[in-house]
């Protein structure tokens, strides 16, 4: 499996980006987004079981955030708006092989795959 993120960039507070991973290779059983912002850990943002209707969100951006795919095209989504620079970070796409719980979909080491990692910037 290959992923490929793009969609990052600069952006206001307030402001609205949205993000995508094309997938390609073997099929797999779940997809998520993490983030990680300078001098911070890897941290979960978002998933869902490729099947769909299991999404799964960090508590502080549920409302905020949306994850979905498009089986089309084989390609994986987050919708991010009302951003505050608290959002800072490089945002990766990952996939897993399984169909993980709603635990280990939080879990950046249940993930077999990663893309590159694209940058969001949120001016204040």
């Known amino acids: 499996v290959q992923l490929q993120a793009s969609g990052g960039g600069l952006v206001q507070a307030g402001g609205s980006l949205r993000l995508s991973c094309v997938a390609s290779?073997?099929?797999?059983?779940?997809y998520g987004w993490f983030r990680q912002a300078p001098g911070k850990e890897r941290e979960f943002v978002a998933a869902n079981r490729w099947r769909g209707g299991y999404q799964n969100y960090a508590d502080s951006l549920k409302g905020r955030f949306t994850i979905w795919r498009d089986n089309r095209n084989n390609t994986m989504y987050l919708q991010m708006n009302s951003l505050s620079p608290g959002d800072t970070a490089v945002y990766y796409c990952a996939a897993a092989s399984d169909t993980l719980t709603a635990a280990s979909m939080r879990r950046k080491n249940s993930y077999d795959y990663w893309g590159q990692g694209t940058l969001v910037t949120v001016s204040s």
């Open positions: 290779g073997r099929p797999f059983g779940t």
